[in-house]
């Protein structure tokens, strides 16, 4: 398997052009099942997670085709996807290919509400929790659909079709809000979901699905109404820029010191981590280009930060935040509330002498002047980025195994940051 080389130290300097969102492209290529017709995709990210997605799309019978570059387009430039579902051939989602990406199970959504059937294996991705599925299914059977889990697959069948209905989610949730949009706007009747998460992507894919003719109000907010339509058409639309891409590099550059213009980054979509930024002594300047980070001087202050849904402070960023505050002057505390299990990074982060205390959901990080370089190695996409920051501020040489994890979730990574000044290089097992 590649490995990543870095030898820290170095400051950041540059553009580094942000990729499309991985968590709104993959629900954004699921819901071109919902239609026969063709549905263009803009702006998606060439990741792992993306590939997989294709082979999983590609066993229903979809059609995708990659448009090639254009004189003119950068290499950062996203891919974009025609993807047609006019025949699906399978309703099955087998566990061989869902069982590496958590977010391929929502095919249950439009394959159920299209199809009215459909057999899709209990889903895998990243190792931060139990991470069940009883709330989407909850949605589904709200809906009418009758399901049963057997032999590692979830069964589902709606002879007659789906029926709108009241989905109250009992908690917060992503993937529960994602399949009970898909599946209402082609229910009958209309579908009211309350205490449905309020995520950038969820708005995101609510304006596509629209755009292919559904008709759906309040996406973003917590109270969304669809009205299900009897069958939805093409559309083109442009995968909205990745938040978490953007808040990884912006803490790359407020640990290494430099300054970096996000190019394309939006920052409504992530204020809550560029308060954090701030706090913590980066200058943040949001301009027509992107978001301009700097840290010239100053050192990092310690931050006190729990993470929450939307617009709170990402789950996502939560790792790359506890590399930054090792080096902070002074003690941080940081509370995870979404996912029971997500601090795979702590013990990674010890083999660079970061001093870091678990208690419960709290992390407390004593900072530290000086990082050495190590060999690690994590089991999810944002841990792994975390020991990258790590090691760009490293003295010496850091070496991160199994990248696997990288590459379903950051386009690019290391071409990004060499091009901004970083010793950063992709060793080809
Ligand atoms: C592909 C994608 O978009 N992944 C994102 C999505 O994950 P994902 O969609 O899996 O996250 P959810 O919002 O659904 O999960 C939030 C919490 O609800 C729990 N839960 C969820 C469903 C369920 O049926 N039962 C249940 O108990 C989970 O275990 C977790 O504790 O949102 C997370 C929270 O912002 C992000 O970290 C992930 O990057
Ligand atoms: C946890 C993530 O992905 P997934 O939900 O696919 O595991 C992530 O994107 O950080």
């Known amino acids: 398997m590649d490995r990543i080389r870095i030898v820290g130290g170095n400051r950041l300097n540059g553009t580094i052009p942000i990729s499309g969102a991985k968590n709104a492209a993959l629900p954004l290529m699921i819901a071109a099942l919902l239609t026969e017709e063709t549905l263009i995709l803009d702006n998606v990210p060439r990741l792992a997670d993306v590939a997989q997605l294709q082979r999983i799309l590609g066993n229903h019978g979809v059609d995708i085709m990659s448009a090639g570059k254009r004189p003119g387009d950068d290499e950062y430039q996203g891919q974009t996807l025609h993807i047609s579902a006019a025949n699906v051939i399978d309703t099955t989602a087998p566990y061989e290919l869902v069982s590496t990406m958590r977010a391929s199970f929502w095919v249950i959504a439009p394959l159920l509400?299209?199809?009215?059937?459909?057999?899709?294996?209990?889903?895998?991705?990243?190792?931060?929790?139990?991470?069940?599925?009883?709330?989407?299914?909850?949605?589904?059977?709200?809906?009418?659909?009758?399901?049963?889990?057997?032999?590692?697959?979830?069964?589902?069948?709606?002879?007659?079709?789906?029926?709108?209905?009241?989905?109250?989610?009992?908690?917060?949730?992503?993937?529960?809000?994602?399949?009970?949009?898909?599946?209402?706007?082609?229910?009958?009747?209309?579908?009211?979901?309350?205490?449905?998460?309020?995520?950038?992507?969820?708005?995101?894919?609510?304006?596509?699905?629209?755009?292919?003719?559904?008709?759906?109000?309040?996406?973003?907010?917590?109270?969304?109404?669809?009205?299900?339509?009897?069958?939805?058409?093409?559309?083109?639309?442009?995968?909205?820029?990745?938040?978490?891409?953007?808040?990884?590099?912006?803490?790359?550059?407020?640990?290494?010191?430099g300054e970096v213009l996000l190019r394309g980054a939006r920052p409504e979509l992530l204020q809550a981590a560029l308060d954090v930024l701030t706090e913590a002594g980066a200058e943040i300047t949001p301009n027509n280009e992107g978001i301009r980070v700097a840290r010239n001087g100053a050192g990092?202050?310690?931050?006190?930060?729990?993470?929450?849904?939307?617009?709170?402070?990402?789950?996502?960023?939560?790792?790359?935040?506890?590399?930054?505050?090792?080096?902070?002057?002074?003690?941080?505390?940081?509370?995870?509330?979404?996912?029971?299990?997500?601090?795979?990074?702590?013990?990674?982060?010890?083999?660079?002498?970061?001093?870091?205390?678990?208690?419960?959901?709290?992390?407390?990080?004593?900072?530290?002047?000086?990082?050495?370089?190590?060999?690690?190695?994590?089991?999810?996409?944002?841990?792994?980025?975390?020991?990258?920051?790590?090691?760009?501020?490293?003295?010496?040489?850091?070496?991160?195994?199994?990248?696997?994890?990288?590459?379903r979730g950051f386009e690019q990574l290391e071409k990004k940051l060499s091009a901004c000044g970083a010793s950063i290089e992709r060793i080809r097992a």
């Open 113 to 257: 509400a299209r199809m009215h059937e459909a057999r899709v294996s209990l889903p895998g991705g990243c190792a931060i929790g139990t991470r069940p599925v009883d709330l989407l299914i909850l949605a589904l059977e709200k809906l009418g659909a009758r399901i049963a889990i057997d032999g590692g697959y979830v069964i589902a069948s709606a002879p007659g079709g789906l029926r709108g209905a009241d989905v109250e989610f009992p908690k917060e949730t992503v993937s529960g809000t994602h399949v009970a949009l898909m599946a209402a706007t082609l229910a009958k009747g209309t579908t009211v979901i309350t205490n449905a998460a309020c995520e950038p992507e969820i708005a995101d894919v609510a304006d596509c699905l629209n755009k292919m003719g559904a008709r759906i109000s309040g996406a973003g907010t917590p109270r969304i109404v669809i009205e299900g339509v009897g069958r939805l058409g093409g559309a083109r639309h442009t995968v909205l820029p990745d938040r978490i891409e953007t808040g990884t590099y912006a803490m790359a550059v407020a640990m290494t010191g």
């Open 300 to 407: 990092i202050n310690p931050v006190t930060v729990s993470t929450a849904p939307f617009p709170g402070f990402p789950t996502d960023l939560q790792a790359q935040l506890m590399a930054l505050m090792t080096r902070a002057r002074g003690t941080s505390h940081i509370t995870e509330t979404i996912f029971e299990n997500r601090f795979m990074h702590v013990q990674e982060l010890a083999r660079f002498g970061a001093r870091i205390h678990l208690d419960g959901e709290t992390a407390t990080i004593e900072g530290i002047e000086t990082l050495r370089g190590a060999p690690v190695m994590a089991t999810d996409l944002r841990a792994s980025v975390s020991l990258v920051i790590a090691g760009l501020a490293g003295e010496g040489e850091t070496m991160v195994n199994r990248v696997y994890h990288l590459d």
